[in-house]
Structure formats: C-alpha cells, structure tokens
C-alpha cells in the first residue's frame, strides 16, 4: 500500500511542477553535491599536514578550467543551499504567513549574485 | 482464550504505539538538529563567501593562504564552529536522502549518518589542524 502510494506520488507531475518542488528538489540536490565536496575539500586541506610544496602541489594541479568551474558550481550550490536554508528557516520559526512564493526567487537571486561576485572575484 | 487474545493483541499494539512515538521522538530530534546546525551554519556560510571572494582574488597559492592561517586562533576557532556544526548538519540530510530515496531502514539511517558525522569531523578537524598548527 505504501509503496502504492509512493509509486503515484511520484509519477504525479503535476505536484512537481511547482516551484515550491523545485526549491525542494535544488536545495537537496545541492546538499548532496556538497556533501560528496566536502571530504575531498577537506582532504585537498589537509595536503598541508605534508608541507606548503604538497599544498602549492595540489593548488597548480587544480589550477586548471575544468576545476575552476566546478569550484564556481560549488560557490552557488552553496549560497543557494544557504540561502534556500534561511528561507525556511524564516517559513518555520519566522512570524510572517502566507505563501511567499516570492521567496524562492530570493533564494536564487542570492545564488546568481554569490556566482556572479565569485566569476568577477576569479578573473580580478 | 479470546481475552488472552485480545491482551496478547492489546500488548503487540501498545509496542507499535511505543515503536511509533519512538520513531516520531527521533525524526522530531533530527529536524531540531538540522535546524539548530543550519543557524549556526548560515552565519558561517556568509563568512566563508565572503573568504572564498577575498582568498581567490589573483590565485590561490600555499604561502598566501597558509600565511592567513598559520597560528590565527581566531581563524581557527571559527572554522572549528563550522566544522562541528556541519558535522552535526550534513548526517541529518544525508540520512535522510538514504531513506527516502534510497530505500535505507531507519536503524541503517542512523549508522549511516553517525559514520557521515565521524568522517566530516575527523576529516574537517584534521583540515583545521593542517591550515593552522
């Protein structure tokens, strides 16, 4: 029965063309894409424990297009988690009411400036 | 016989009770994590943007980002907040991905998400230590 249930839900598209889907959808995707990130960003870290040469290593082998845009996905991904967070952190303990759909335009706003600022930032 | 029947069913279903409110107390406690981590986590967030957009300007290189960290306590203070707090964070989501779409049982979940806790602690601690001693 409740794998039934499930089988409707998601086959449902009608509930997934919503916006309010999508900031579900973006907001545990791009948790799970940072998830995976941060082992290996600790890791290139801790390159440090073996010197500055094992680090500066690691630095020029990233130090390559491919890389840098994944780095620019990562900067959004993570401003748009953070932000897609603070919205509902606001939706759950927040006073305001209503469905503030508008919201999640915020939230993306956030992440297109936090992208924006970090291509400037690469080329500057 | 009918009415030891219907105590033996009485007991089976007040252990399903027990089970359940057990199940809600524990989802209850991880939302409440997630949120409290999340918090801390969006203030961290911020400052690290605004890290990433100084650190990156004119590339990245060992001298000058070990030359910011190396025995910055207060540096190292605030990347061990957000350490701890994403290792609180991360778990929850992760866990819960596992058994939504992955079809992980709740007893799994939770092992999974305390070997995700352990790894993004050791790991992120360590990172810590290797920026800043």
Same mark, same amino acid.
């Given at each position: 029965?409740?794998?039934?249930?499930?089988?409707?839900?998601?086959?449902?598209?009608r509930a997934h063309r919503h916006a309010s889907w999508w900031a579900f959808a973006l907001h545990r995707g791009s948790g799970l894409a940072l998830a995976v990130f941060l082992p290996l960003h600790f890791w290139a870290l801790g390159q440090a424990l073996h010197g500055d040469a094992a680090l500066d290593g690691f630095l020029r082998f990233a130090d390559r297009p491919l890389f840098k845009l994944a780095e620019w996905g990562l900067? #959004?991904? /993570?401003? =748009?988690?953070?932000? @897609?967070? #603070?919205? /509902?952190? =606001?939706?759950?303990? @927040?006073p305001w009411s209503g469905l503030r759909k508008d919201w999640i335009a915020g939230a993306a706003g956030v992440?297109?400036?936090?992208?924006?600022?970090f291509a400037l930032a690469l080329v500057a | 016989m009918r009415a030891t029947g219907a105590a033996v069913e009485g007991a089976a279903g007040s252990r399903r009770a027990e089970g359940a409110a057990a199940l809600a107390i524990a989802q209850a406690r991880r939302w409440y994590w997630q949120r409290i981590s999340a918090m801390v986590l969006a203030i961290c967030v911020l400052a690290h943007l605004a890290v990433i957009l100084y650190a990156v300007r004119g590339g990245l290189s060992a001298a000058e980002i070990l030359g910011r960290t190396r025995g910055n306590w207060a540096f190292a203070a605030f990347y061990t907040v957000f350490v701890v707090a994403s290792a609180v964070h991360v778990p929850v989501g992760i866990a819960n991905i596992a058994r939504e779409w992955a079809g992980v049982g709740e007893r799994a979940g939770v092992w999974l998400g305390r070997a995700v806790a352990l790894l993004v602690l050791a790991m992120g601690l360590r990172a810590v230590v290797a920026v800043v001693a």
């Open positions: 029965m409740k794998a039934i249930a499930g089988a409707i839900r998601r086959s449902d598209a900067v #959004v991904l /993570l401003a =748009l988690h953070m932000a @897609g967070g #603070v919205r /509902l952190l =606001l939706i759950e303990f @927040g992440a297109v400036l936090a992208g924006v600022a | -």
